[in-house]
């Protein structure tokens, strides 16, 4: 390879990121060097402190966003490509034509290794700073020691061996060498454990951004699960054994540590609780369009993660009937966001996960019934100054069904007349000081046709929708049923109704990682409809001071990197590698996310399958999937179990068709970084 020589004053390949973008991307304090000379104001305390905060930089935007959402998630057996077409990501989704040039493989590398810098650098200049308080010093470099710990712990699963760089030098070594994956491993735990030593239990200075002692905890337990994947032992412990221990620990001190476990799935993802949430461990805080620091110009630190994981809808149900064109999904939607993308469906595998008559993760987690929304509110409380997208009447956002719409839809004709309503209102609110709009989502109660906005109700989070939907619901215009419907049950419904197993094409591919297309005859009332897949949720919050005004690709809520149940998920994964034999023990800790599930209290004990009274390895697959899928996990749990083969092979043959166990184990370092160093040869690309 060609290595392009650079000077080396100028050399930031591992650096990559600079000050003034640090600073734009963080809410903890600013930081702005340019006037005097760097070294002279980082020995000041409040200095050191604002730029402390530029270690927190790495945690949104790119990071923990659409690049790191994907490359931690795809490529297992949960995701796939939707309507059978390899399109975006195909190299991270399928490991097909994966190569150094990864776009979403640089930016989580980029990202890292730019915040472990900082890191280090605020470490190393605590020692000479000329005034301050000892306490809050020591407390703000543990932050920096577990941040620190973080992006390696990104960095070594994903790439593995690889530079392991602690001190801030000014000039940069061109040839750096490759540290082995223990090294890597116990410089992260030693930072996790100075990190919980010195941090408190709640937050400095009441800043819910910054970490405390449970973060510490929670990624230590996660740490030491990766880090038994690689076979390590710790003072004659198994890996595994440290991160069961240390599991337990949280688990069994939760109040000391200020961690909680919310006693029902459905509050995880409440609008209410995004900004605080007491389940999160470690959270990257999104932008608040209503604070004084808020840049609406910042770039790269507004994630549109969401929108990948929805569906096109426009796609699937063109602009003059059921889906009308006045509320638009692939632009600009009050309601949804903007839903241009469509790269990331659900296998079928993840799907089944779910038995969904009696686990409400479902619809917490997935979108399987679509809406029209209207915008009563905004038109009530701003008159002609409302935004154009929610400008819309509730006469609008109603349908009336028509013979040609039936016939279209393989509705029975007797619908025909029949309105369908929106299930969704939405007021406007303006963060003036940004000139940034935020919409505000209410639920029509259903029965109540006026449009008065009396018959609105506040719901905990507007993108769930009833489950099952009724026979008789009258605010949706389709519906992807998970309970297979006979053409009779469809027909006595006035909306479209399409079995999700109908969407998948099991006679090309029986292990449930193919969608049929949407050029092709294939069983579907119409074969545009094949667009249609279950749209995960989680990330899309439509809550006030969520949204980022015009811009409804990008949304602005906090995303948890870590929370507590998956600290049980841990305890029990850990609990099977130290005694396979143990899985009763392995099942008290998967009931207690089973339980808080459970749709109906009553029904878990009742032989539902929701209550295990042991557990196998599947068992912790499968429940780690239906609690975490999308939350930046599966990919490390894959990888520290070793399940690609064998799990890709009977879950995601889309995947496993391109899956190469001696390369694919580990992602490409990046083209870029390789181009900037003296040793790219000798550096190695991971195999690809």
């Not at 945690?59 to 796939?80: K, N, Q, R």
């Not at 969407?503 to 092709?520: E, Q, R």
Request: proline share 4%.
């Amino acid at each position: 390879m060609k290595v392009k020589k650079i000077n080396r004053l100028l050399y930031k390949s591992l650096l990559c990121l600079t000050i003034a973008f640090s600073v734009s991307s963080c809410k903890l304090d600013e930081y702005n060097p340019t006037s005097l000379a760097e070294n002279e104001v980082l020995r000041k305390f409040n200095d050191w402190k604002a730029y402390q905060s530029n270690c927190y930089t790495g945690l949104w935007g790119s990071l923990i966003g659409m690049p790191y959402g994907i490359v931690s998630e795809a490529g297992t057996d949960l995701w796939t490509f939707p309507y059978g077409n390899h399109n975006q990501f195909r190299d991270v989704i399928a490991y097909e034509e994966f190569t150094i040039n990864s776009g979403v493989v640089r930016n989580t590398w980029d990202f890292a290794w730019g915040s472990i810098k900082d890191c280090n650098k605020t470490i190393q200049l605590a020692d000479q700073l000329v005034d301050g308080d000892a306490n809050e010093i020591r407390v703000l470099v543990a932050e920096a020691q577990l941040l620190r710990a973080y992006y390696y712990s990104v960095l070594v699963a994903h790439f593995g061996e690889l530079p392991l760089i602690t001190v801030d030098d000014p000039i940069k070594n061109l040839s750096p060498t490759r540290n082995s994956v223990p090294e890597i491993y116990s410089q992260i735990v030693a930072d996790l454990r100075s990190a919980f030593d010195n941090l408190r239990t709640t937050p400095l200075d009441n800043n819910l951004q910054r970490v405390t002692k449970k973060s510490a905890l929670g990624l230590l337990a996660r740490v030491y699960a990766q880090g038994a994947g690689e076979g390590l032992n710790e003072g004659g412990k198994s890996y595994w054994l440290r991160a069961k221990e240390v599991a337990d620990s949280l688990i069994n001190n939760m109040g000391a540590y200020n961690a909680v476990l919310y006693d029902d799935f459905a509050r995880v993802f409440a609008s209410a609780n995004n900004r605080n949430n007491l389940e999160a461990l470690f959270t990257a805080y999104g932008l608040n369009p209503y604070s004084e620091s808020y840049d609406y110009a910042t770039g790269n630190t507004k994630p549109n993660l969401y929108l990948h994981y929805y569906p096109k809808l426009d796609d699937a149900f063109g602009t003059g009937d059921i889906f009308k064109r006045s509320v638009n999904s692939n632009t600009s939607n009050a309601y949804y966001g903007r839903l241009n993308q469509q790269f990331i469906a659900p296998t079928k595998y993840l799907i089944n996960c779910f038995n969904a008559n009696y686990d409400k993760r479902w619809e917490n987690t997935f979108v399987t019934a679509f809406t029209n929304y209207s915008g009563v509110q905004a038109i009530s409380s701003l008159g002609a100054g409302v935004p154009g997208p929610a400008n819309v009447t509730y006469n609008a956002a109603t349908v009336t069904l028509t013979a040609a719409m039936a016939n279209k839809y393989g509705l029975d004709a007797s619908h025909v007349g029949k309105k369908i309503y929106p299930y969704v209102d939405v007021n406007a609110r303006n963060a003036s000081r940004n000139a940034t709009w935020q919409y505000i989502p209410k639920v029509w109660q259903k029965g109540a046709t006026s449009g008065s906005t009396a018959d609105l109700v506040e719901v905990a989070n507007a993108n769930v929708h009833p489950y099952p939907l009724a026979e008789d619901e009258n605010r949706f215009f389709a519906y992807l049923s998970k309970e297979p419907l006979s053409a009779a049950d469809k027909s006595k419904r006035q909306y479209v109704t399409v079995n999700i197993d109908d969407l998948f094409d099991l006679a090309a591919d029986p292990t449930g990682s193919t969608y049929k297309s949407v050029t092709s005859t294939n069983g579907l009332p119409l074969s545009s409809l094949a667009n249609l897949f279950p749209a995960m949720s989680k990330f899309n919050t439509n809550f006030d001071g969520g949204w980022l005004g015009g811009n409804f690709q990008q949304k602005l809520g906090n995303i948890m990197i870590m929370r507590m149940a998956e600290v049980y998920l841990i305890a029990a994964e850990a609990t099977l590698h130290v005694n396979a034999g143990d899985g009763a023990a392995a099942a008290q800790y998967l009931n207690v996310l089973r339980r808080r599930a459970c749709r109906n209290p009553a029904d878990f004990n009742t032989g539902t399958g929701m209550q295990l009274t042991t557990a196998t390895m599947n068992d912790v697959f499968d429940e780690y999937a239906r609690e975490l899928c999308g939350e930046y996990n599966r990919w490390a749990l894959l990888k520290r179990n070793k399940a690609f083969e064998s799990r890709l092979q009977t879950y995601n043959r889309t995947a496993h068709a391109n899956f190469v166990p001696s390369k694919h184990y580990n992602r490409p370092i990046p083209f870029v970084f390789l181009n900037q160093i003296n040793n790219a040869n000798d550096f190695g690309t991971n195999g690809y």
